[in-house]
């Protein structure tokens, strides 16, 4: 009676194996899933923090552009015969930083003169220095003018517009600046400003153009 029983006491052993085997696989994957979602919840809550931190910091410092006036132009050779070529081109620009707690560091600072969009003169001015906070620094330019010549096509008009006094040209200047924030130094920023402006006879920048913002 014994051996007949036997074989139906062992059909239950392997059931048992499974069912056990896939209440472990269950709890293995709900520590799984839990732990994705606390480390989810954790990075999420970390970039939150980070962005008010940032924001706060943004709002404190209320970070602005420099602000550019050019005070004088000079260039005294437009009216010789032969034309402007090799004669000075010379400005001043005063450079306004009305950040309250953040300095910055040129690195560069190129300009260029145009007359109708054709360049008459560029070249790097000023060494790379540090403006402190609620500072203003003259930058006196000087370049050499390379054109128009009296080949140009250009040079009619050009010797026009200088005999009526009404030279229309136009300054720009490129600059490599990174921000300074106490013990830290923002990544290098390009900056471009240009004003429009019109000088006479003499080649001097005419009154209602003096200090004019760029």
Known sequence: MSSAYQPAYTTYQPQHQSRRRYYASRVKESLTSRFAKCLCSFLLTLLLIVGVIIFVLWLSLRPHRPHFHLSSFSAPGLAQSTGPVNSALSFNITDRNSNGKIGIYYDSIYASVFYNDKEMGSGPVLFPFYQPPKNTTVILGTLTATGPTTTD???????????????????????????????????????????????GKDGNILSQYADKRI
């Open 153 to 199: 096509s250009a040079w009619d008009q050009f010797s026009a517009d200088v005999a009526a006094g009404q030279l229309k040209l136009n300054l720009k200047l490129t600059s490599v600046i990174r921000f300074k924030v106490k013990l830290w130094d923002t990544h290098q920023h390009r900056m471009h400003v240009e004003c429009d402006f019109t000088v």
